[in-house]
């Protein structure tokens, strides 16, 4: 729309509303935008809980729904939207680049969606398991937005991932 070729503006009024995109500007939306993705992270502090529990239980619809449904497109629209990623296609893809296609958040993310890795299929139990480090690394990106009132939930759920990781 900013590059747009007019043909025809008699009024001019597409031209002045080219002219308020080109001045739009992200920086005054961030301080909303860290609330925003902050949020985003502490409600999606259940589901990573429900999650472990489904993963611990070998509760196979459970794993696929909270992964699909839950952390896969949370996760990327709390960097979307952090970020300022005014994005209409290749939503995914452009969060991607953004972050670095080569990125540890990028390689969880594939995994957690069940991309093959190194030509093999991944299992469900490791699915979940990349879904939930996916969730510490968007934390980890993502800890400057943090709100202090959700960095305590945030930070002890992660330290007990941590924990239940390693078992």
């Known amino acids: 729309m900013q590059d747009a070729l007019i043909l025809v503006d008699k009024d001019g009024l597409f ?15 961030q301080d909303a935008a860290n609330r925003y993705a902050s949020q985003q992270l502490v409600e999606l502090s259940e589901t990573i809980l429900r999650l472990l529990r489904a993963l611990r239980f070998k509760d196979t619809v459970t794993q696929v729904q909270r992964i699909v449904h839950h952390v896969l497109p949370t996760v990327t629209e709390a960097v979307a939207v952090q970020r300022g990623l005014l994005i209409r296609n290749r939503y995914v893809q452009r969060v991607q680049e953004d972050i670095g296609v080569n990125s540890l958040w990028t390689q969880l ?10 030509g093999e299929s991944l299992v469900l139990e490791e699915r979940s398991r990349a879904a939930i480090q996916l969730y510490q690394e968007t934390v980890r990106l993502l800890q400057s937005a943090l709100l202090p009132e959700h960095r305590t939930t945030i930070d002890a759920l992660l330290r007990m991932l941590d924990q239940r990781l390693q078992e």
């Open 15 to 29: 031209q002045a509303f080219q002219h308020e995109l080109r001045s739009w500007r992200w920086e005054p939306l």
């Open 109 to 118: 993310y594939m995994h957690a969606a069940g991309a093959p890795l190194h």
